[in-house]
């Protein structure tokens, strides 16, 4: 959200999940579907320019060690675990 | 509480610079009021989550600023993922998670929306150059969406 309200599109429709989870968790067709409606709906909402709404969805997830989604992501620990560099392989 | 991304992708590449995002807040925001119902409304959809088809060459990851036409009729079975800056394997089990064209397609059947644009537009965001953005990212996507008479855009970023 920091990145966003920098950047400042028209209208934001904010999902608290983490990156590459943008439409909620894979083979979960109703949490898709809650978070995209949800999106659509909060348009409504959205009548100032640079609005951004939260659409109110939490995750209760953790890392392979335990610990909440949150302090983990983007660490390079996660990094070296989750995912790949320019060239396309694991980070060291 | 939101995760700090910008200290937090600091961190993550030091030593190296830190990236300077675009910074908007003293721009105006380009707006258009949406004056239809959304049942009236032709959507697109643009992700930038390195989406494509198996049948299309996957993105490579350095500032690749190609983009890929997908039609919203597409099998999601046919859908594959190519980027490096997020976790991908969710997206690999089930591109839903980034590029929704299930849920939209029901959205169509069940009323909730008119119609989709025939053909979605992606591409892989990490870019570090905003100049080549702006330059050879973002015309081919602007003509794609305009030919296509939408009334809303849905950008879905990853």
């Known amino acids: 959200m920091d990145i966003t309200a920098q950047v400042r599109p028209p209208r934001t429709a904010f999902l608290d999940y983490p990156m590459g989870n943008e439409i909620g968790r894979p083979n979960r067709p109703d949490e898709q579907g809650q978070i995209v409606r949800s999106a659509f709906a909060a348009l409504a909402q959205m009548t100032e320019p640079g609005t951004i709404v939260d659409l109110g969805f939490r995750l209760d997830a953790e890392s392979p060690e335990g610990k909440p989604w949150r302090d983990w992501v983007y660490t390079k620990e996660f990094r070296r675990y989750h995912m790949k560099t320019r060239d396309g392989e694991r980070p060291a | 509480m939101p995760i700090d991304y910008i200290s937090r992708t600091r961190e993550l590449y030091s030593p190296l610079p830190p990236y300077r995002w675009t910074d908007n807040r003293d721009a105006p925001v380009p707006w258009t009021p949406l004056t239809k119902p959304l049942s009236d409304c032709r959507v697109a959809l643009v992700a930038s989550g390195g989406i494509h ?38 997206a690999e089990k089930d591109p839903n998670c ?56 849905y950008l879905v970023p990853a």
């Open chain 2, 53 to 90: 088809l198996d049948t299309q060459p996957p993105f490579h990851f350095k500032d690749d600023t190609s983009i890929r036409i997908i039609p919203t009729s597409a099998e999601t079975s046919r859908v594959r993922i190519a980027h490096f800056g997020y976790p991908t394997s969710d």
């Open chain 2, 98 to 153: 980034v590029f929704p064209l299930d849920v939209l397609r029901e959205m169509v059947k069940d009323g909730t929306i008119k119609e989709l644009a025939p053909d979605a537009v992606t591409c892989m965001g990490g870019i570090y150059s905003q100049r080549r953005v702006e330059e050879e990212l973002i015309p081919p996507v602007v003509d794609k969406i305009k030919q296509q008479n939408v009334d809303l855009c």
